[in-house]
């Protein structure tokens, strides 16, 4: 929570004759310092109850009693104040006393005019154990410990939108689930047509803001048997309006392949193709963006033949949806040796044509050390995650701003020089659910 907003809160109840513990006091004025910590459970909350306050014990009253609001601030002006804050901040307020708990887990639709939340990055280890590690609050610049609902293993493939998060299961490419990662609400999808396993499997997830209604996109590849040029692309979509799965297209591409990589950005499910190396001049670039209009659904439509080439020799490419823009970000490849880094870029796509944003500036890359491996990115609204796989250091950039700059050290270690770290981000939300 920003000063101001602590501020506004503080002096609103103060107005109302109310008076708050020292305690309290202290982690509203605390929000600005840049320190992690553990993350109070949304759901396990602690409920303190405080007694009023006699209007006989003037004489006794003392800097340490509590006056309860519940007939001082009315609970809609209550929920508008808690509104302005951080989620982290309104889950915090629940533990004040048992109307604000009440208040703070109400009915969704009482935080549905919440003030936008910058997405938050969730940074895990890659291992075979649990899923467990911190997530990252932009707007606080602080850590906090995450136990992530429903996600089994580090390699599983994520998606998310507008405050869910949607999983797919990586030995079973069926199993498909959504969440509200802060309120923990979840549920399993129907399973996806297809088998349990692909070559090439990516997921991509979209979710209507004003309805909440939400779609599910799952695009796989396969290889056709003796033919090494020729990959079956097939695309899978979840309604959760109907709770059906339809799979609209199923086509062949020559020459390319599928990967892992797609994203869906105003109705439209964009995804990354691969050279095969069979087809296509050592000159041309090995990666190229297909497009396919979720509205319109063709059946009978030549992908490639409305590709869009990459801007560079790319390593690392991810798509993102930054507030309906599409962005590209990739490592910058060597000519010679493509598969060597000299740099990172940010692209947005108009008019089928890629406009360079940024390239990250060399100190910033340097701060990463041995860079030439692989990187994960992601975002979401105006806000861009880099981190790469080898070091929790995790940097952002501000798109509108043009602004890069590096999160709080992270609480995760690096504990022996081949540990991996990977994450994801996602927005967080109170009002919505699986």
């Known amino acids: 929570m920003d000063v101001a907003s602590s501020l506004i809160l503080f ?23 840049e320190e992690w910590e553990l993350y109070p459970s949304y759901l396990g909350s602690q409920v303190i109850e405080y007694r009023p306050i006699s209007k006989d014990s003037d004489d006794d009253w003392n800097g340490d009693v509590v006056v309860s609001l519940d007939a001082v601030l009315p609970d809609d002006l209550l929920e508008k104040v808690l509104s302005f804050l951080p989620v982290a901040s309104i889950i915090r307020s629940g533990s004040v006393c048992k109307r604000w708990h009440e208040i703070v887990h109400a009915q969704r639709q009482a935080w549905s005019k919440m003030v936008p939340q910058k997405p938050w990055y969730f940074m895990f280890t890659c291992s075979e154990e649990a899923v467990s590690g911190f997530a990252y609050d932009p707007s606080l610049r602080k850590w906090y410990g995450f136990d992530f609902p429903c996600i089994e293993k580090s390699n599983w493939s994520t998606s998310s939108s507008a405050g869910l998060v949607c999983l797919m299961d990586s030995e079973n490419r069926r199993r498909i689930m959504v969440c509200n990662p802060i309120t923990k609400d979840w549920k399993r999808l129907l399973d996806a047509p297809g088998g349990k396993t692909a070559d090439y499997s990516a997921l991509a997830f979209s979710v209507d803001r004003s309805s909440h209604q939400y779609t599910v996109a799952v695009a796989r590849s396969n290889q056709v048997p003796s033919e090494y040029y020729q990959w079956e692309f097939t695309i899978h979509l979840y309604e959760s309006v109907t709770g059906n799965w339809v799979t609209p297209f199923t086509g062949v591409l020559l020459g390319w392949r599928g990967g892992d990589e797609c994203v869906i950005c105003d109705g439209v499910l964009y995804y990354l193709v691969y050279s095969t190396g069979v087809l296509v001049n050592n000159n041309e670039h090995r990666h190229c963006l297909v497009m396919y209009d979720l509205a319109a659904r063709p059946n009978h439509i030549s992908l490639m033949s409305m590709a869009i080439p990459v801007p560079c020799a790319l390593t690392c490419g991810r798509l993102m949806n930054l507030s309906e823009r599409l962005v590209l970000v990739g490592g910058i490849g060597k000519q010679d040796r493509p598969g060597i880094i000299k740099g990172i870029g940010i692209w947005e796509l108009h008019n089928k044509e890629w406009r360079e944003v940024a390239r990250m500036p060399h100190k910033f ?49 690096k504990r022996f020089p081949l540990q991996l770290f990977t994450g994801f981000s996602f927005e967080p939300r109170l009002d919505i659910a699986s």
């Open 11 to 33: 002096a609103i109840l103060s107005l109302a004759g109310s008076c708050i513990s020292y305690s309290v006091i202290h982690w509203m004025l605390a929000m600005g310092s």
């Open 365 to 413: 890359f340097q701060g990463f050390g041995e860079f030439d491996d692989v990187f994960a990115s992601c975002g979401a609204d105006d806000l861009i995650y880099i981190q790469s796989y080898g070091s929790p250091a995790l940097l952002t950039f501000e798109i509108n701003q043009k602004l890069w700059k590096w999160s709080v050290k992270s609480p995760v270690s």
